[in-house]
């Protein structure tokens, strides 16, 4: 079975047109000044279709963006000229060189399903950032905002649906891991696919970062209210920031 990104790359920014990327990128340079860093190459992991390097990249800065998914880089090297895109996992991949800042957004650091899995990724931010550096990654999917039958429903105008159709074995408790089934459906054809994360509390997400050796912290930032009210209020977005000493 194919994994979602696969299927729905090229519908990807059409799916979350909605998304203000913009909004993220301002938030990330008040972490840079806020930390006070000094940031001009930054590696984006898990960059999907490029949206947001394509705004930092106009804003002057050097993008690097790995993605596990060939259809999701491929979109992004088109929009992103001048920027370097290759195929790597965040669990393991050696790029060779260090970066002022490692961002992480839109909840792709649930991507890692177990805390084993977020160890070697945190590990890996960690070894490609410059002493002093920034990493910088988001989340909602964190244990505390894990309710049964909360799901959502994305679509695109031209017709597509996403439809989360099952869980595999529900929520592992243990392992903190979900898996999903989703049905997608466009122009009359229905295909099924499947999507893994976990959910971690924010006090594992925080003690993972400082094993790797991360001054880790966490910041609050509002949900976008796309999903309707009722999400935006019982679920909690998250930025994690570590400094590189
Ligand atoms: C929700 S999208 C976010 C994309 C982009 N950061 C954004 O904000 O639009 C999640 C991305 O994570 C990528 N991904 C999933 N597992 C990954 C892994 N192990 N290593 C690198 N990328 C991964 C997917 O291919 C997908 O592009």
Redesign the pocket.
């Known amino acids: 079975m194919k994994n979602l ?1 696969q299927k729905i790359a090229k519908d990807y920014d059409s799916i ?1 047109h909605w998304k203000n990327y913009g909004n993220d990128v301002m938030i990330l340079e008040r972490f840079f000044s806020k930390f006070g860093i000094k940031v001009r190459h930054i590696l ?6 490029g ?2 390097d394509l705004l930092l990249a106009r804003k002057g800065y050097n993008i690097t963006g ?4 060939t259809e ?1 880089l491929s979109i992004a090297r088109n929009k992103v000229i001048n920027g370097d895109f290759q195929k ?4 393991n991949f050696a790029l060779g060189r260090r970066f002022d800042a490692v961002i992480c ?4 650091i649930s ?1 890692n399903v177990d805390l084993i899995e977020l160890d070697k990724t945190l590990e890996n931010f960690y070894s490609h950032l410059k002493p002093n550096g920034i990493c910088i990654f988001d989340t909602w999917m964190l244990k505390n905002n894990f309710r049964k039958g909360l799901e959502m429903v994305d679509f695109t105008d031209e017709g597509l649906e996403i439809i989360p159709f099952g869980r595999t074995k529900g929520y592992d408790r243990v392992r903190r891991r979900s898996d999903s089934i989703y049905l997608i459906k466009k122009k009359g054809k229905s295909e099924f696919c499947i999507n893994s994360v976990g959910f971690f509390l924010s006090s594992e997400v925080l003690a993972a970062m400082r094993k790797v050796g991360f001054v880790s912290s966490q910041h609050v930032v509002p949900l976008e209210d796309i999903y309707g009210s009722k999400v935006a209020k019982i679920v909690e977005r998250k930025f994690f920031v570590g400094i590189k000493v």
């Open positions: 990104y979350y984006d992991v898990a960059c999907g279709t949206n947001h790995i993605d596990l998914t999701m790597s996992d965040m669990k957004l839109f909840s792709s991507h």
